[in-house]
């Protein structure tokens, strides 16, 4: 699963490495070092740009960074309560469950990120580790998003969330987690953000040369809690030392 990750670089950054515009209009989220559940976050998306009347222009596509926030919401859904539930979304069924199968073949983006982390089982408490490419450039996360349309008063709010797929882990991943994001190598960049591909079925199997040529780093136990933010949660830790425990996401909620 990928239920915590690092986010570093701005929106001009981002806008640069991923040959994309930034339509973040000046709300994108700083630096974090610890994003969780729900919090804002920014993704690379690629539609057809409409006019002033809403009408997409079918023959030209813009490829744009924008904010949202993570725990896809389904149009159809009540409220937005089931969303730090929902932060992801399984590659094996993503195209046949009700609540993302929309969003799989019409709204599909890529979040960027430092790294993820994930934790080891094993005795005792779990091992965290941060999984990066280990140079400055970004692992691109397969993810899906949807509107969901919020009534405050006489208006309604759009809200942009998003979920991160997961696939069955292969390759190095396989000694620290079963499950890992689906991370997306630069040539299906295109196809996994074009519009107009309505069957994704042929991108969601990773991509083993991508994931055994990333970095496998423990860090310290301190990323357990969503308290902590800061550079340090990167940094590699020898195994065994001893630290004071922290809970961990899930152990808090």
Same mark, same amino acid.
């Given at each position: 699963?990928?239920g915590?990750?690092a986010?570093?670089?701005?929106?001009?950054?981002l806008a640069a490495?991923f040959?994309?515009v930034?339509?973040?209009?000046g709300?994108?989220?700083?630096?974090?070092?610890?994003?969780a559940p /729900?919090?804002?976050v #920014?993704?690379? =998306?690629? +539609?057809?740009?409409?006019?002033?009347?809403?009408?997409? $222009?079918?023959d /030209?596509t813009?490829? #744009?960074?924008? =904010?949202? +926030?993570w725990?896809l919401?389904p149009h159809?859904?009540k $409220?937005l309560s089931?969303?730090?539930?929902?932060?992801?979304?399984?590659?094996?069924?993503?195209?046949?469950?009700p609540?993302?199968r929309?969003?799989a073949a019409?709204r599909r983006c890529?979040?960027?990120?430092?790294?993820w982390?994930?934790?080891?089982p094993?005795?005792?408490r779990?091992?965290?580790?941060?999984?990066?490419?280990?140079d400055?450039?970004?692992i691109?996360m397969?993810?899906?998003w949807?509107?969901?349309?919020q009534?405050?008063?006489?208006?309604?709010?759009?809200?942009i969330t998003?979920?991160v797929?997961?696939?069955?882990a292969i390759g190095?991943?396989?000694s620290?987690?079963?499950?890992m994001?689906?991370?997306?190598?630069k040539?299906?960049?295109a196809?996994?953000?074009?519009p107009?591909?309505a069957?994704?079925?042929?991108l969601?199997?990773?991509d083993?040369?991508?994931?055994?040529?990333?970095?496998?780093?423990?860090?310290?136990?301190?990323?357990?809690?969503?308290k902590?933010n800061?550079?340090?949660l990167?940094?590699?830790?020898r195994?065994g030392?001893?630290e004071?425990p922290?809970?961990t996401?899930?152990?808090?909620?």
């Amino acid at each position: 699963m990928c239920g915590r990750y690092a986010s570093t670089k701005n929106p001009a950054l981002l806008a640069a490495e991923f040959d994309a515009v930034d339509a973040t209009e000046g709300v994108a989220p700083g630096p974090d070092f610890n994003v969780a559940p /729900t919090k804002l976050v #920014s993704a690379v =998306v690629e +539609r057809h740009p409409r006019d002033d009347e809403g009408n997409p $222009d079918p023959d /030209t596509t813009e490829r #744009s960074v924008r =904010v949202m +926030r993570w725990g896809l919401v389904p149009h159809w859904a009540k $409220d937005l309560s089931g969303a730090a539930k929902m932060i992801n979304a399984r590659s094996e069924s993503v195209l046949d469950k009700p609540a993302y199968r929309d969003s799989a073949a019409k709204r599909r983006c890529i979040v960027p990120a430092a790294g993820w982390y994930e934790w080891q089982p094993g005795e005792g408490r779990k091992q965290p580790y941060f999984i990066n490419p280990g140079d400055d450039s970004s692992i691109a996360m397969a993810g899906i998003w949807s509107v969901w349309w919020q009534q405050e008063g006489d208006e309604r709010k759009p809200i942009i969330t998003c979920a991160v797929l997961t696939t069955d882990a292969i390759g190095d991943m396989t000694s620290v987690h079963h499950r890992m994001p689906l991370v997306l190598p630069k040539d299906r960049w295109a196809a996994w953000l074009d519009p107009d591909n309505a069957d994704p079925k042929d991108l969601l199997a990773p991509d083993l040369d991508l994931v055994n040529a990333l970095e496998l780093r423990p860090v310290s136990m301190k990323v357990n809690s969503i308290k902590n933010n800061d550079p340090s949660l990167l940094d590699a830790v020898r195994l065994g030392e001893s630290e004071k425990p922290e809970p961990t996401l899930f152990e808090l909620s």
